[in-house]
């Protein structure tokens, strides 16, 4: 029995502790929970979700209000080095379209940024976003397609509009009605879960 109990102990100290399995967000305000309290955004939400199958699971927000494809070229290799995530999850590209930027540069980005990650061993989903229908159906419309695009050219997973739980009800949006009411958060967090449960299976 001494024994026995010798070689499980020798098993757990040459093992270690097992390690957590942590998804890392890189999004703009729409992950940063812009207007609302942390715990009430779709991050936060995740992790209480997850956490039932997944106890050992870290959602780590990384979220920038503001923040561009190209701003987060700059500082993802570090989030990366930082957290050695297993799944990273973009949520980038609106503020790009509000703007008007190039779509094959948005497309670009998004491509190298889902690269940066695949290349440490990640899994990658990309949350596909739309811009209002006033910058012309020619723009809004290749805009949604630069997130499939990107996601077919990575092979990463891909929500092709997170907002779309809640896209045509003015209710679930902030009196900006750009960025979701706390109401809002679970209702589009839901297609996006489902993603990162299947996910989480196969890096388990």
Not at 19 to 32: F, P, T
Not at 165 to 185: R, S
Request: proline share 5%; glycine share 8%; hydrophobic share 50%.
């Amino acid at each position: 029995m001494k024994l026995i109990l010798s070689i499980v102990l020798l098993g757990f100290a040459l093992c270690g502790p097992a390690q957590a399995a942590k998804v890392l967000v890189i999004g703009d305000s729409i992950s940063a929970a812009y207007g609302l309290d942390e715990a009430d955004g779709w991050v936060q939400l995740a992790q209480k979700a997850l956490v039932e199958e997944y106890p050992d699971i870290e959602m780590i927000n990384a979220s920038i209000s503001g923040d561009t494809t190209e701003g987060a070229l700059r500082r993802l290799p570090a989030a990366l080095d930082r957290f050695e995530p297993n799944i990273v999850v973009i949520e980038l590209g609106g503020n790009d379209g509000l703007r008007g930027y190039s779509l094959n540069k948005i497309r670009e980005n998004l491509i190298i940024l889902a690269n940066m990650a695949r290349d440490t061993g990640a899994a990658v989903l990309i949350l596909g976003m739309r811009i209002p229908s006033n910058y012309g159906p020619a723009y809004t419309e290749k805009f949604a397609q630069t997130f499939v695009d990107a996601a077919e050219a990575t092979e990463s997973e891909l929500v092709r509009f997170f907002l779309e739980p809640i896209a045509l009800d003015a209710k679930y949006f902030q009196k900006d009605g750009i960025h979701p009411t706390a109401e809002a958060q679970p209702l589009m967090l839901a297609p996006a879960l489902a993603k990162l449960s299947n996910m989480l299976e196969r890096v388990h």
